[in-house]
């Protein structure tokens, strides 16, 4: 390990800088407080702008994983008696379908192999087959493998449609990968702190259009700890539902700060960008090959053929000693896939001799 600290290559949690985390020590405070209710309102109001959202999309925080923000979404999207559109190319388009399922949530499905991205042209196509779908719910970076799925043309696609919501999962894709979104019709948006925001796990958020406030107030309440509308009204007072997660509130305040005073998305896009740039070039000189074609592969995680002889569990416990922490395939691609994600807070520098830490593990893990 170098220095005693790991430089986390995972989709999340991602690194940390300095400052997110000195906020997590801003002593405590009760959320009734009107603190919270200043900070509730700074992020409230910051999220949206930072996104380039502002003006078009609100804000409901959640205390939970991003999979809270998902579920949130999709099941307040969908009025009684109508259904829901599911891209399915991965885990979580997978994961959004089990939402549905476990609600009661009729649910169809536009699938596509898992390297590629699903075509706008099969949503379209769906939704003049379906006519009582509410809701097309898509992953925008299927982590999974590191794939970026059409969000602006299925967007578009269904807003042809009429009534159906669009609803894409970003919690992946925020803030770090293109399209931006002010170029999605997206009706609802799903996000998280701990990822590309670079904050520390712990809160997810929504972002609703002006036509997704509008039915998260119609459709009947599934949950009670993620039903939007009462956590949407509880937050336009100020106020929370149930009690937050504030040290991470006070991180993810801190983050924002950060993005917005390095630039916003064009600048973390570009270095996101820069980065996949540097790491792909060793990988090739490496002979890894990716598993994802390159017109659609995300900036922010790579998806590696492991190479022969070589197991997941052996090639990460090596590279943990030389101060890296990687992640594993996923499905089906398990047994023969890792991840290497650069995403979060990593010194350039430690991107730099990724090279020759990878290929110091792969000998030794094959000799």
């Known amino acids: 390990m170098i220095d005693g600290a790991l430089t986390l290559l995972t989709p999340g949690p991602a690194g940390t800088s300095e400052r997110v985390r000195d906020a997590l020590l801003r002593g405590d405070l009760c959320h009734r407080e009107p603190e919270f209710a200043d900070l509730l309102e700074r992020i409230r109001v910051a999220l949206p702008r930072c996104l380039n959202l502002g003006g078009t999309h609100e804000t409901v925080l959640v205390t939970g994983s991003g999979t809270a ?41 536009v699938r596509s192999e898992w390297t590629r991205p699903v075509d706008p042209a099969a949503v379209r ?43 894409v999962d970003a919690i992946s894709g925020t803030g770090i990968e293109e399209p931006d979104l002010a170029r999605v019709p997206a009706d609802v948006i799903c996000g998280t702190a701990n990822k590309g925001l670079h904050g520390v796990p712990g809160v997810s958020f929504v972002l609703l259009g002006d036509r997704a406030v509008e039915r998260v107030a119609e459709v009947p309440s599934r949950s009670l700890y993620l039903d939007a509308a009462p956590h949407l009204a509880s937050q336009r007072r100020g106020e929370v539902a149930f009690t937050p997660a504030v040290q991470a509130c006070y991180a993810l305040d801190a983050a924002i700060a950060e993005y917005e005073e390095a630039g916003g998305f064009a600048a973390r896009t570009r270095l996101y960008r820069e980065r996949a740039a540097l790491v792909r070039d060793q990988f090739d000189r490496l002979g890894l090959p990716i598993l994802v074609a390159e ?37 089906h691609l398990s047994g023969e896939y890792f991840r290497i994600c650069t995403m979060g807070e990593i010194p350039r520098r430690r991107l730099k001799e990724l090279e020759r830490s990878l290929a110091d593990a792969i000998a030794a893990v094959t000799r």
């Open 69 to 109: 923000a998902m579920e949130m979404a999709l099941i307040g999207s969908v009025r009684r008696g109508r259904s829901a559109l599911v891209v399915n190319n991965g885990v979580y388009g997978e994961r959004l379908a089990k939402i549905a399922g476990v609600h009661g949530i009729t649910c169809h499905e």
């Open 125 to 167: 196509a769906a939704l003049a087959e379906h006519d009582d779908i509410d809701a097309v719910a898509c992953v925008h970076h299927e982590t999974t493998t590191g794939l970026i799925n059409p969000i602006e043309e299925i967007g578009a696609a269904t807003a042809s449609a009429g009534e159906a919501l669009f609803v």
């Open 295 to 331: 017109p659609f592969r995300s900036s922010s995680v790579t998806m590696l053929r492991l190479p022969g002889g070589v197991s997941y569990r052996a090639l990460h416990d090596e590279l943990k000693t030389r101060g890296y922490v990687v992640y594993a395939g996923q499905g």
